[in-house]
């Protein structure tokens, strides 16, 4: 028995019947069809190689694309998992007690920072209007310290100011003339007895509540220096040039002492007490942060980052720091890159 016949009309109406024969003729007019639809407007060959170049290119920009999204969502749980205690949170938590292993931990980390003693230098010049807040904000702090003052030859009643402070936990020494921010921090070290150093500008722009997370990472043994960074935290009126001059040298400092760091000129640097005072600084100015960034780098010690707050000052405030000292600061890091 037969197959039902079929019946196929070309396009000039012809008719003629199904064979199997005749399946190159329905194959030819599919191939047609598809050339009339896709190759009308443009040659066959700018059709191809456009169609070959937008496969290219999907295909080279896919994986990026993936690599870029896997890395930034790693980032950021990393992030809030490392960064998940708020500052003074550890030590409230012990206070209000914890129970198994990780309340354990918490009340042995306490104790560890109750038994190092913390030494603060403060290098002042003319700063009259905020050094008082701000020594009255690092004796708040609650953490067993000392206070170095330095008073780099200030001529707007600072020098007075601190002649009247009475503390048995702060020291005041005094440059009979001016010598830079980097001369009063070695100043300072014949003097520091504490077991953990933290620079303390005497202006208002960073918070000394910040100073439990800071110490934290020497406390547990992770790192002997740490760097609290302003752009990993809450930043409040940094100029546009400040924050540019920032970016480049933090960018500098990590291709040149392989450590990436996102903050390389921030006050707020932290040192186990015998690694700062092991190195033979020369700076007298704000040549100290690229000359200390580069001499741990280069003996072996990681620089560990912690987010901290930040609230700017203008030039009319107070604030010394100029474009030349960033100009400084980037031909100390290629220096000490090559000298010691």
Not at 87 to 106: F, I
Not at 150 to 178: F, P, T, W
């Amino acid at each position: 028995c037969r197959a039902p016949r079929m019946i196929i009309y070309n396009e000039n109406g012809d008719s003629f019947e199904w064979d199997y024969r005749h399946r190159w003729i329905i194959w030819s007019h599919i191939k047609w069809r598809l050339r009339d639809k896709f190759f009308t407007a443009h040659p066959p060959q700018q059709n191809f190689f456009l169609l070959l170049l937008n496969r290219l290119a999907n295909l080279l920009l896919l994986p990026f694309t993936f690599v870029r999204l896997l890395c930034s969502v790693g980032c950021f749980f990393a992030r809030r998992w490392y960064y998940n205690v708020k500052p003074g949170a550890l030590v409230d938590k012990v206070a209000a007690g914890g129970t198994g292993c990780q309340g354990m931990r918490r009340r042995e980390t306490a104790n560890v920072k109750r038994e190092l003693r913390l030494s603060v230098i403060m290098p002042v010049h003319n700063e009259a209007n905020t050094i008082k807040e701000a020594l009255r904000q690092v004796q708040a702090v609650d953490l067993e310290k000392e206070i170095v003052i330095v008073d780099d030859y200030s001529s707007d009643g600072s020098r007075e100011m601190l002649s009247q402070i009475a503390d048995d936990g702060v020291k005041v020494v005094y440059h009979a003339r001016n010598m830079g921010k980097g001369s009063a921090i070695r100043t300072a070290l014949q003097h520091v007895t504490g077991d953990i150093i933290i620079i303390q500008d005497g202006d208002l722009e960073y918070d000394p509540a910040d100073y439990h997370k800071l110490i934290e990472p020497i406390v547990e043994g992770r790192a002997s220096v740490v760097y609290g960074s302003r752009f990993l935290g809450e930043i409040t009126n940094m100029h546009f040039l400040n924050y540019i001059a920032n970016r480049i040298l933090a960018l500098t400092a990590s291709l040149l002492f392989l450590n990436w760091i996102t903050d390389e000129g921030t006050c707020y640097k932290v040192f186990r007490a015998d690694v700062l005072k092991s190195l033979d600084l020369k700076c007298t100015g704000f040549d100290f942060c690229p000359e200390v960034t580069a001499k741990v780098r280069k003996r072996g010690y990681k620089i560990v980052e912690v987010p901290i707050s930040y609230r700017g000052r203008s030039v009319d405030e107070g604030k010394k720091i100029r474009w030349q000292d960033g100009l400084m600061a980037f031909l100390a890091l290629i220096k000490y890159r090559v000298v010691d």
